[in-house]
């Protein structure tokens, strides 16, 4: 069984594995890249507060592979909400990747106090979805509540909704809201990274250390990142694991020849504690505004 292609609520096509670039360093990132594209990768998801388009951009023609066969994803940051601002944030963004089109740019989260202009950044987005610029467009880090407003002012139904989202805290209303909406759920920290990488508070309990996961990886012969990826797929979701190793890399992608039962999904769906280790998108940090985007 192959990885599958999901298809977004306007036509365009996304691989349901993509490569996340959050953390990676900027001299780490296009090697991942690179890496990630000659073992079948066709998706980056990038931001440009990440620091490291231009890497991803490298990465991406260092690989040989089409321009057009890559579904490249990134993200308008708060503190280039506003309708100007975000389409300048579009020129910076393409100008670092190097590329005249973005696939996927959502909006990188609300912000809650400021919504008028998490509104005025989206219907940016629209302007650049209608000349061509991007091919699709979407928003992270919303809540049923954030979409109801959003949606209450827009035309554009997002075609994605990147949240927190793994066996710990896989968000089941979230995702109806999603599906009704007909909005693709993508999963950040999809193998829980989240809930084990260093400096994001104590006393979290490691995805990667469940033992149920590691229960069904044994009987596949498989690993439990593996055992999340195809617990994702197989539940039509996208997901966007992250790594700077070309041996994870591979193994992240090497999920098509396995399949979980109905009861193994349902073991791991049982899993979610409801319990978010990532921030919570209503609480806002004032100081998220202060963090500036650099030229391209
Ligand atoms: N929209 C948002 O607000 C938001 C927030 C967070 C993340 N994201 C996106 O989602 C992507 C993925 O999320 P994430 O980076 O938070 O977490 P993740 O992909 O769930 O986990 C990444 C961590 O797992 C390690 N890893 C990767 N493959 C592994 C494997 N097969 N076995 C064991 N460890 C493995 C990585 O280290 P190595 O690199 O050393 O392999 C890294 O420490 C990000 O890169 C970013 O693109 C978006």
Known sequence: MSIPTL???????????????YQSAAEETAAAVESALRTGYRHID???????ERQVG??????????????????????????????????????????????????????????????AAYQALEELLADGRVRAIGVSNFTP?????????????????QVELH???????????????????QAWSPIGGITFYPGWGEHRRSVMEDETLAAIAADHGKTPAQVMLRWHVQEGRSAIPKSVNPVRIAENFDIGDFELS????????????????????????????ERMIPEA
């Open 262 to 289: 109905g009861d193994e999904l349902a073991s791991i769906d049982a899993l979610d504690s409801g319990v978010r280790s990532g921030p919570d998108p209503d609480v806002e940090r004032p100081a998220m505004f």
């Open 58 to 119: 490298e990465g991406l023609r260092a690989s040989g592979v089409d321009r057009d066969e890559v579904v490249i994803e990134t993200k308008v940051w708060v503190s280039d909400f506003s309708h100007d601002r975000t389409l300048h944030a579009f020129e910076k963004s393409t100008g670092k990747l190097g590329v005249d089109t973005i696939d996927l740019l959502i909006l990188h989260q609300p912000a809650p106090s400021r919504f008028d202009q998490t509104i």
């Open 145 to 161: 509540s954030h979409l109801d407003q959003l949606l209450a002012a827009v035309e554009v139904v997002p075609a994605v909704n």
């Open 167 to 185: 066996p710990y805290f896989s968000q089941p209303a979230l995702q109806g809201v999603d599906h009704d909406l007909g909005i693709l759920t």
């Open 7 to 21: 298809t977004l609520n306007n036509g365009v096509e996304l691989p349901s594995i993509g490569l996340g670039v």
């Open 46 to 52: 990038t931001a440009a507060i990440y620091g490291n």
